[in-house]
């Protein structure tokens, strides 16, 4: 089947950028999107690009879309410690469901 | 405000004893969705209801039942829960399926079986 991968851990001082990658491989893929999950929480959505951009910036965060290589990847500039989380990477296609990378943990330290 | 609401957020069970877990929500969509989450692992889609549609995920074990009596509310129905059922259910909700269906995650009910 299509496979989402992302790498499970990172860790970065507060105050530095982070810089979560994902590889998807459904090259029909028309929305991809980043969820953050704190601690005993559910799922919340960050931001998503539609697959016609290759760019997304919304306040600290910047997403990065390169359709060719089939990467995305969410940039958090000024990393707080409340950023620290799991971020999920899903994308859809269609009728499709939304299929999920396996979560990268972030981990900032002060 | 418009939200997904699951309870109870914790649940503990005995092994093989029967146990519901609640999703509602406000938001008039018209799927709900039901996923389980194992510890560091994405969340698995166990099924879903469009409208009153239901649609089971290929691998999902005949122990795991859901009903969906009206727009609002959706039930997961475990009947006879094992050790290895042990997640988090993660209820979701979107407006329908297609081109774009964000979906909307409530809480999680973390499942304990004994």
């Known amino acids: 089947g299509e496979d989402v991968e992302q790498s499970l851990f990172l860790s970065v001082r507060e105050g530095d950028s982070s810089v979560i990658n994902c590889t998807y491989t459904d090259s029909s893929s028309t929305y991809l999107y980043w969820y953050k999950q704190e601690p005993g929480a559910g799922l919340q959505l960050l931001t998503y690009?539609?697959?016609?951009?290759d760019m997304k910036q919304d306040q600290r965060l910047t997403v990065l879309l390169n359709k060719k290589d089939k990467h995305l990847s969410l940039r958090i500039a000024d990393t707080q410690t409340g950023d620290s989380a799991i971020y999920f990477c899903a994308e859809t296609s269609n009728n499709n469901d939304m299929r999920f990378g396996a979560g990268t943990r972030l981990t900032v330290k002060p | 405000d418009a939200m997904v609401i699951q309870n109870p957020r914790y649940q503990v069970t005995q092994f093989g004893k029967p146990v519901t877990l609640s999703c509602s929500q406000t938001l008039n969509h018209n799927v709900m969705y039901w996923y389980q989450q194992k510890s560091s692992q994405a969340p698995k889609l166990l099924f879903h209801y469009y409208d009153k549609d239901f649609n089971n995920e290929a691998d999902t074990p005949d122990n795991f039942q859901s009903r969906r009596p009206n727009t609002s509310f959706c039930f997961l129905d475990i009947r006879s829960p094992g050790l290895g059922d042990a997640a988090m259910y993660l209820c979701?909700?979107?407006?329908?399926?297609?081109?774009?269906?964000?979906?909307?995650f409530g809480p999680g009910t973390r499942l304990t079986v004994l």
């Open positions: 690009i539609f697959s016609n951009m």
């Open positions: 979701a909700t979107s407006r329908g399926r297609g081109l774009y269906n964000e979906q909307f």
